[in-house]
């Protein structure tokens, strides 16, 4: 599993096979992590409720969910998730690349005006889908038949998880919005670089003043909406992609903890422990400890 992997799934196992671009995993909110915060990927994912409720933000706009709900993330859009005090939320992330189903030929029907326009988000369609609808009988039918595919892995398995991506993206694109803009809050297209920046620069020393520069705010206004639009500051959130990113080194490799530390962007290896146990609840010896003895 890569770091940008485990910042999504943590310990969750991906259902599928090496070499098929195709993946799901199961997580549980708050058991394997206290939530997904905000990120975004080239792949195409869908969010698949199974129990319990909460929230999945795509472009900075909450949708609220509860068992049922399936919510598709188009590449590029920033998402994030989260459960509910109520109790556990359970879900399944489906995550596949659009080149799976994709054709060289430009001009053939799929690739235009469906692969193409999902690409470029300009296929829009109603968000969450809602149990109870034709639209979500038809999603959900093929997810489902797809995840049964999976789960045996019988020879020629990738032939029917193919088709029913392509029955579910004849769903999304019969249940088409035509003529609605895709939903985002104005923030998010400025926003989303600050979060790339992160991913490629977190080992360094980061201030609020660089990254309101990606922005083109004035420190004070950046850290106002930046607040506003994810419900943390950013040196809340850079602080919090530190530590995940501390956890999965810890996870796979042998390197001594205060190296860690450092090569996370932690300058204070007190500071850093203290954060780290009051994340995980437990010492990074032990979080290693832990995982090297399930």
């Not at 319990?52 to 998730?81: D, F, K, M, R």
């Not at 969450?128 to 020879?155: N, Q, R, W, Y």
């Not at 520069?213 to 506003?228: D, E, L, N, V």
Request: one cysteine or more; a negative charge.
């Amino acid at each position: 599993m890569q770091l940008e992997e485990y910042m999504q799934y943590r310990e969750t196992t991906p259902h599928t096979q090496p070499g098929f671009p195709y993946n799901t995993y199961l997580c549980t909110i708050p058991l394997d992590f206290q939530h997904v915060g905000l990120h975004w990927h080239d792949q195409m994912e869908l969010v698949y409720i199974k129990k319990g409720q909460g929230t999945v933000t795509v472009n900075l706009i909450p949708y609220p969910v509860s068992a049922g709900y399936i919510v598709p993330i188009l590449p590029g859009e920033l998402h994030s998730i989260d459960g509910d005090p109520s109790g556990p939320m359970e879900y399944e992330n489906i995550i596949f690349s659009l080149t799976l189903l994709d054709t060289p030929d430009e001009n053939e029907w799929c690739h235009t005006h469906i692969i193409e326009a999902l690409r470029r988000g300009t296929l829009t369609f109603p968000r969450p889908i809602c149990p109870g609808t034709v639209f979500h009988a038809s999603v959900s039918g093929a997810l489902d038949t797809a995840d049964a595919a999976c789960e045996k892995m019988e020879s020629g398995y990738s032939l029917i998880v193919k088709s029913q991506l392509f029955l579910m993206l004849h769903a999304l694109f019969a249940f088409r919005e035509e003529a609605v803009p895709s939903k985002h809050s104005r923030h998010a297209k400025v926003l989303k670089p600050v979060f790339t920046w992160v991913k490629a620069h977190f080992q360094d020393s980061i201030s609020v003043a660089e990254a309101a520069k990606i922005t083109g705010y004035s420190p004070a206004h950046f850290m106002r909406i930046f607040r506003q639009e994810t419900g943390q500051t950013f040196l809340q959130f850079l602080n919090d992609y530190r530590l995940s990113a501390a956890g999965y080194y810890l996870k796979e490799t042998d390197e001594p903890v205060g190296k860690i530390a450092s090569e996370c962007g932690f300058d204070n290896f007190s500071y850093f422990i203290r954060s780290f146990r009051r994340k995980y609840g437990v010492s990074p010896r032990q979080y290693r400890a832990g995982l090297r003895s399930d």
